[in-house]
């Protein structure tokens, strides 16, 4: 948002927006910092750009001499983990939810290595990871202790109960996700919502197969993430369609902070359009506690 940056720079900001790795992070900010405009006024977003991209240059060297981990896996952002028996069905779901392409097949411990893929949800991205299967000799338990939501996907309730003793180690939130429904009459469905409903667990019903509930699952991770959308607009113009994530119970001024370091300080008025403001275009302060889809209109001087 620097007075006077030319499209190129909007260019290399969106590319670092829409980035998924440390690479592409660190690429686009070459770029934006080549082309953002040198002067005065944008000194300050100057010499952030430059302290992040120090940041992530450093974060990439590290991880290079760590290597990728036993498994290959380096946590990006917000991970959930699939955790289920063989032939549950957690390839399949990887393949529903991100564009990764895992193999599926009927025989069982199909999995060895894990697959990663990236669910983009309405601007948010989580990375996604299908474990080899539980109990199996593949199945590396390190991971319970770092992500961020275990789902344990089941083909019925019963199967939990063999591996819950596994699961004692997880220190993210838990979801319980039933697959194949499409192999029960709807009788059946209705036996089984009413009974998890009574264990009081979060969970959702789907046939990754047939498609059924994978944008209500989707949905269901982004709650799990604990964060909000916000968008910025220019006058006269429409919202930006790229939001500016944020964990919830952020203010103006977080939103303003993370566009650059010192931004707030020279934003004159705020005007706000969305779920956390009275009416269009209300004037709200630095302090203004901010919801998801909130669209901010910044004047700066
Ligand atoms: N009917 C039905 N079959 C499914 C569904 N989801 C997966 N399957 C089938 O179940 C089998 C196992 O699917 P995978 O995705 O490979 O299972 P997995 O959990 O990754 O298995 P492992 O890698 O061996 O642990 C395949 O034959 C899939 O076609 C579903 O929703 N309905
Ligand atoms: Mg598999």
């Excluded at 430059?50 to 290079?64: D, I, M, S, W």
């Excluded at 009081?200 to 699952?217: E, M, Q, Y």
């Amino acid at each position: 948002m620097p007075i006077n940056a030319g499209y190129e720079y909007f260019n290399a900001e969106k590319k670092y927006l829409d980035a998924q790795t440390l690479e592409e992070k660190v690429a686009a900010l070459r770029e934006m910092i080549k082309t953002a405009p040198k002067h005065k006024g944008s000194e300050n977003l100057l010499s952030e750009l430059k302290t992040r991209l120090k940041k992530f240059t450093e974060k990439a060297e590290k991880n290079a001499s760590v290597g990728k981990g036993k498994k290959g896996i380096r946590k990006e952002g917000f991970q959930v983990i699939l955790v289920g028996l063989p032939n549950s069905g957690k390839s399949m779901l990887l393949s529903k939810l991100t564009n990764a392409t895992p193999v599926i097949s009927s025989s069982p411990y199909t999995t060895i290595d894990s697959n990663i893929g990236t669910m983009h949800y309405q601007g948010v991205y989580a990375q996604i990871v299908d474990l080899p299967a539980v109990l199996g000799k593949d199945f590396d338990m390190s991971i319970l202790h770092t992500a961020d939501l275990v789902i344990t996907l089941l083909e019925k309730m019963e199967d939990l109960n063999t591996f819950e003793k596994v699961l004692e180690h997880c220190k993210g939130k838990r979801l319980v996700v039933i697959n194949k429904i499409d192999l029960l009459d709807s009788e059946e469905i209705r036996k089984l919502e009413a009974r998890l409903k009574t264990k009081k667990a979060d969970f959702v019903l789907i046939s990754a197969l047939k498609d059924t509930g994978i944008d209500n699952l989707k949905q269901k991770i982004f709650s799990y993430m604990d964060v909000i959308r916000v968008y910025t607009k220019e006058p006269g113009k429409p919202a930006s369609n790229i939001p500016i994530v944020l964990s919830t119970k952020r203010t103006v001024k977080d939103a303003a902070e993370s566009i650059y370091k010192g931004f707030s300080k020279i934003i004159v008025e705020t005007k706000l359009t969305g779920p956390s403001g009275k009416f269009a275009n209300q004037r709200v302060g630095l302090n203004h506690v901010l919801k998801d889809r909130d669209v901010l209109e910044f004047k700066t001087r």
